[in-house]
């Protein structure tokens, strides 16, 4: 059962159109598949709020036994994972660095996880909630990478656990529907959600979505523009009771808080924790090749970080108004 489609986009960035046609690709193999099944549940672009942290979920399949992620991913080229789990592809016939997906969705599942374990005891019957240790987290959690179909996935050196994980577009029903297949054998210690458990789940997350703003939407297509499609950008305004607060990408290296202020010095660009008072510089390591000599640049609000490889990331940074 599709619960949720893809939101549309209107973007004309073409890295933006390729991904958006990946995870459009994906969800058409999920459809084909499920789409018949009550008992599989498919929400597309789904995205959730727990306390001040937020996550994309491209897809997310949900069944008797569990739950499964799905990260696309827009990849020319070759790709390839060293024994160390570093991520590698080919741009214009060099070998660059890239975030790993699969950690991605991790991070995902793990917030997922907290809001579902935060709700639990209106979600499932409340016998499970007493028996069950950790209320969701009793149950099985995959993690899946979808490849473009024209990518070239370099299966050599990748560890024999990791490469399940990667598919290509083309075959992830398949493979979706052998891991529930496999999670569903009567031998799995993995409890079942009943049927009314699965219909909570349902309405419960459809609540949680919480799509971008029409404003949220043109700032993030405009940092698109200028952005390598492998760097997801995250520009968010939260507002904070009674103070003017914001909700930076440039987290304290001291307390991890996004409550960060950006400021200019003798160093460069820097941002300062209103909770501990720490600075921080904005100069990142390169998230392509991990250099860590990088340059910040200042347009109006958005902060630029470059590497001498060509890559860039760029911020955006937004002061929420106060609330009286």
């Not at 009793?138 to 990748?158: E, F, M, P, Q």
């Not at 390598?228 to 507002?239: C, D, F, G, K």
């Not at 991890?256 to 003798?266: E, F, I």
Request: aromatic fraction near 8%; proline fraction near 4%.
């Amino acid at each position: 059962m599709i619960v949720k489609d893809k939101d549309l986009s209107t973007s004309t960035n073409c890295k933006k159109q390729l991904g958006d046609q990946v995870e459009s690709d994906v969800a058409f193999y999920l459809k084909r598949q499920f789409s018949d099944r009550s008992d599989v549940l498919i929400f597309n672009d789904l995205r959730i709020q727990h306390k001040s942290e937020f996550a994309q979920i491209d897809h997310l399949v949900i069944y008797k036994k569990g739950f499964i992620l799905i990260e696309s991913k827009s990849i020319k080229g070759t790709v390839k994972i060293n024994k160390q789990l570093e991520w590698q592809r080919t741009v214009r016939g060099r070998w660059v660095g890239m975030p790993s997906p699969i950690t991605q969705a991790e991070l995902q599942a793990k917030l997922l996880k907290e809001l579902l374990n935060e709700n639990a005891e209106s979600i499932l019957a409340k016998i499970l909630v007493v028996v069950l240790q950790g209320y969701f987290g009793g149950r099985c959690w995959d993690i899946l990478c979808a490849a473009s179909n024209d990518a070239i996935i370099d299966r050599t050196h990748i560890p024999p656990k990791l490469s399940p994980q990667i598919v290509k577009v083309e075959m992830i029903g398949k493979r979706v529907k052998e891991i529930i297949s496999n999670n569903s054998n009567i031998l799995k210690p993995n409890p079942s959600f009943s049927s009314s458990e699965l219909k909570n789940i349902k309405y419960f997350l459809l609540g949680a979505h919480k799509p971008l703003s029409p404003n949220q939407k043109q700032d993030n297509a405009k940092l698109d523009e200028n952005v390598p499609h492998s760097v997801r950008i995250l520009t968010e305004s939260t507002q904070y009771p009674n103070s003017k607060k914001v909700f930076s990408w440039f987290q304290c290296k001291k307390c991890q808080s996004n409550n960060t202020l950006p400021k200019y010095g003798k160093y460069g660009y820097y941002v300062t924790c209103s909770d501990c008072d720490t600075n921080t510089s904005m100069a990142k390591a390169c998230s392509s090749c991990g250099d860590k000599k990088t340059r910040v640049s200042k347009r109006k609000d958005v902060y630029t970080v470059s590497c001498m490889c060509g890559a860039q990331s760029q911020f955006h940074y937004t002061l929420s108004p106060s609330i009286d």
